[in-house]
């Protein structure tokens, strides 16, 4: 039974694999300068199976109190730089190989202080339907900060240790187990040797009995 359950999880986790799920990430924000930099934008579909084509647009801005300035566009499998900041420093990484795009991500080379600022990603959208066609326009704000380096979070040093507290859980846990269950074993091998022994003598008396028996016959 187990391994046919086993069987039926596999298959269906192969089939939702097969389908080729979208799900929406939320971007790292903190860069480190001088080393690269995904800016992570994911836009599902919410009906997967209507067919669709998208463009990507990206802005820049120094902060909320700047104006947005258009500086990458990735459409029909083409990449634009229209920003000279950023010339020779993003390269697309996000849907390859089609036009409907759903990962709009784009990669920042050598990450500069200048970089710090706000960055939106722009899907334009249009769906296919048999009698018409529907254009929808979804966006993602990040909050990106360039930092000397990489620091770490309390929530995520939090984490690391939770993690490692319950790995020595798990061992202690084992070993406790494992302790249990070979007392357990060795008090039922003792009590079945208990049961045996007087059966034990009485086949060995019967034995000399009839040892004996056979001596006085002779």
Same mark, same amino acid.
């Given at each position: 039974?187990?391994?046919l359950?086993?069987?039926?999880?596999?298959?269906?986790?192969?089939?939702?694999?097969?389908?080729?799920a979208?799900?929406?990430?939320?971007?790292?924000?903190?860069?480190?300068?001088?080393?690269?930099?995904?800016?992570?934008?994911?836009?599902?579909?919410?009906?997967?199976?209507?067919?669709?084509?998208a463009?990507?647009?990206?802005?820049?801005?120094?902060s909320?109190?700047h104006n947005?300035?258009?500086?990458?566009?990735?459409?029909?499998?083409?990449?634009?730089?229209t920003?000279?900041?950023?010339?020779?420093?993003?390269?697309?990484?996000?849907?390859?190989?089609?036009?409907?795009?759903?990962?709009?991500?784009?990669?920042?080379?050598?990450?500069?202080?200048?970089?710090?600022?706000?960055?939106?990603?722009?899907?334009?959208?249009?769906?296919?339907y048999?009698?018409?066609?529907?254009? *929808?326009?979804?966006?993602?704000?990040?909050?990106?900060?360039?930092?000397?380096?990489? *620091?770490?979070?309390?929530?995520?040093?939090?984490?690391?240790?939770?993690?490692?507290?319950?790995?020595?859980?798990?061992?202690?846990?084992? !070993?406790?187990?494992m302790?249990?269950?070979?007392?357990?074993?060795? !008090?039922?091998?003792?009590?079945?040797?208990?049961?045996?022994?007087p059966?034990?003598?009485?086949?060995?008396?019967?034995?000399?009995?009839?040892?004996?028996?056979?001596?006085?016959?002779?």
């Amino acid at each position: 039974m187990s391994h046919l359950l086993l069987t039926l999880a596999l298959l269906a986790l192969q089939a939702c694999l097969c389908r080729g799920a979208c799900v929406e990430v939320d971007s790292n924000t903190e860069a480190v300068e001088k080393k690269g930099f995904k800016l992570g934008c994911i836009s599902c579909k919410k009906r997967g199976e209507v067919p669709a084509s998208a463009f990507v647009d990206w802005y820049f801005s120094y902060s909320v109190d700047h104006n947005f300035t258009h500086v990458y566009r990735y459409q029909n499998k083409e990449a634009n730089i229209t920003d000279e900041r950023f010339f020779e420093r993003l390269i697309w990484n996000g849907s390859n190989n089609t036009n409907d795009l759903q990962d709009g991500s784009i990669f920042i080379l050598n990450v500069t202080f200048n970089d710090t600022g706000l960055y939106r990603c722009i899907f334009s959208r249009t769906l296919m339907y048999p009698a018409y066609e529907f254009s *929808t326009f979804p966006n993602k704000t990040i909050d990106m900060k360039v930092v000397p380096e990489l *620091t770490r979070g309390w929530a995520s040093i939090l984490s690391e240790v939770m993690m490692y507290v319950s790995l020595i859980g798990l061992q202690v846990w084992l !070993v406790i187990e494992m302790i249990y269950c070979y007392r357990k074993i060795s !008090v039922a091998g003792e009590e079945a040797l208990r049961e045996s022994a007087p059966e034990y003598l009485a086949i060995a008396s019967e034995s000399k009995d009839n040892c004996a028996a056979v001596q006085v016959a002779e």
